[in-house]
């Protein structure tokens, strides 16, 4: 599993956009790009999956440059209930990545009103 | 429907005692794990089963057993546990074809 870099913590407010950006310079070529959010408490939940360019659904955007060496998860117009653990994998789908699905140590959002 | 549904949700411990961790899945999903989560850390994978009657280590492996025996169903187990099994402890599943994986809401295992 190609390892992952992201901020420890971001802060910002209700309205704004969030961009989190994941580094993960030795992607493999079978390799996709999943986010997922955690609320305390709660179990991870998938956001958004994506292998290159620009994925979109009605929760967010994830932006993928040409080297796939980086991504950005983008929040539009976060709210209080956007608070939460972010976490960035990196590795292929689960049929192939068997033991290799580790999540890191995620960046953690906090929107404020 | 349910998705992945984890039982005890609670549970406090001893050291040495043992004890079992159910995951249910109603999905028909062929790929089931099982994860740690300690206080401020990322998730670690402790086993996984790639289909009913089949299991494989993950990362943190020892100390746990895990049982497939009916395709719903993925069992965690502590034969003797130890304090640093204290943390959370979530099952997730996955269809084996999309990456998508589907968590339960997690058991919180203390071991005094």
């Known amino acids: 599993l190609a390892k992952t870099t992201q901020p420890i913590s971001m802060d910002s407010y209700e309205g704004q956009e969030v961009n989190i950006t994941c580094s993960h310079n030795?992607?493999?070529?079978?390799?996709?790009i999943t986010w997922y959010q955690q609320f305390p408490s709660q179990g991870p939940r998938f956001i958004i999956q994506?292998?290159?360019t620009k994925v979109t659904n009605e929760v967010a955007s994830l932006f993928i440059p040409a080297d796939r060496k980086s991504s950005t998860l983008s929040l539009p117009r976060v709210s209080l209930s956007d608070t939460a653990v972010y976490y960035c994998?990196?590795?292929?789908?689960?049929?192939?990545?068997?033991?290799?699905?580790?999540f890191g140590g995620g960046t953690r959002v906090l929107v404020k009103p | 429907n349910a998705g992945v549904t984890q039982t005890p949700k609670f549970r406090v411990l001893k050291t040495g005692q043992s004890m079992t961790l159910l995951c249910a899945q109603d999905?028909?999903?062929?790929?089931m794990y099982w994860y740690r989560q300690d206080p401020g850390m990322g998730l670690r994978l402790i086993h996984y089963?790639?289909?009913?009657?089949?299991?494989a280590k993950g990362e943190v492996p020892d100390g746990y057993n895990v049982s497939r025996l009916k395709k719903q169903n993925f069992l965690l187990g502590l034969e003797s546990a130890a304090p640093s099994q204290t943390s959370v402890y979530f099952c997730?599943?996955?269809?084996?074809?999309?990456?998508?994986?589907?968590f339960g809401e997690g058991s919180r295992l203390t071991v005094l």
């Open positions: 994998l990196v590795g292929d789908r689960p049929k192939a990545a068997g033991n290799k699905l580790t």
């Open positions: 030795n992607i493999a070529t079978n390799d996709y």
């Open positions: 994506g292998y290159k």
């Open positions: 999905m028909n999903h062929e790929y």
């Open positions: 089963s790639v289909g009913e009657g089949t299991t």
């Open positions: 997730a599943s996955n269809n084996g074809v999309e990456g998508e994986l589907f």
